[in-house]
């Protein structure tokens, strides 16, 4: 499926382009979709649009600013309004919808179910499981101790967002380093 406009011209694969979306023809959406099971994983609880949606909660970690975040929100939101009625069906307030900036969304109207990740994959299942995030919240360390054998961020303390983008390789690249010498030994 590509993104037209009302005039028929294809619109770019950017997020101020969701705004101009005009109805969009699901006819041709693959028929084993329907036939196939998608299971997402989520440990998040927000919706796709509004205060708690994916924009507002998740964008300012890529970057959007304070700015631009009722924008991007109004063009996703039309997205959805565009969206739901050809699927014919309305997942948007789905509480797992925001998650991975609206990925959530996207996979709801696939027809995917949702599982919290961190059970899926944690010592419920026999799995040890380490949780690499941008940030943890020290509040929430109990909680995810229930799921995790470690909670590490790459972040080595208060940064700023760009600090924070612009040394993302290599402080992932250590964060990953002291992670697997904790696995595997410093060898």
Known sequence: MKPFDANGAELDPVPSALAKI???????LDARVKEA?????????NPLNGDHGATAIFGPQKGVTPEQIA???????????????AMDVVKRN??????????????HML?????TGAEVVARDAGVPATLL?????PAALLRLSE?????FSPAPGPITLDVAIRDAARLL??????????????K
Do not use: K, W
């Not at 099971?37 to 609880?45: A, H, K, L, Q, T």
């Not at 027809?111 to 599982?115: K, L, N, T, V």
């Open 22 to 28: 005009a109805p969009i023809d699901v006819s041709g």
């Open 37 to 45: 099971e998608f299971v997402g994983m989520s440990d998040v609880d």
């Open 71 to 85: 924008g991007i929100d109004t063009a996703i939101a039309h997205f959805a309004d565009v969206l739901e009625p």
């Open 94 to 107: 789905y509480l797992d919808a925001g998650a991975a900036n609206g990925l959530g969304f996207a996979l």
């Open 111 to 115: 027809g995917a179910r949702f599982e």
């Open 133 to 137: 995030s941008g940030a943890v919240d």
């Open 147 to 151: 799921h995790f054998s470690g909670c």
């Open 173 to 186: 690249s250590n964060e990953a380093e002291q992670l697997t010498r904790l696995r595997f030994g410093s």
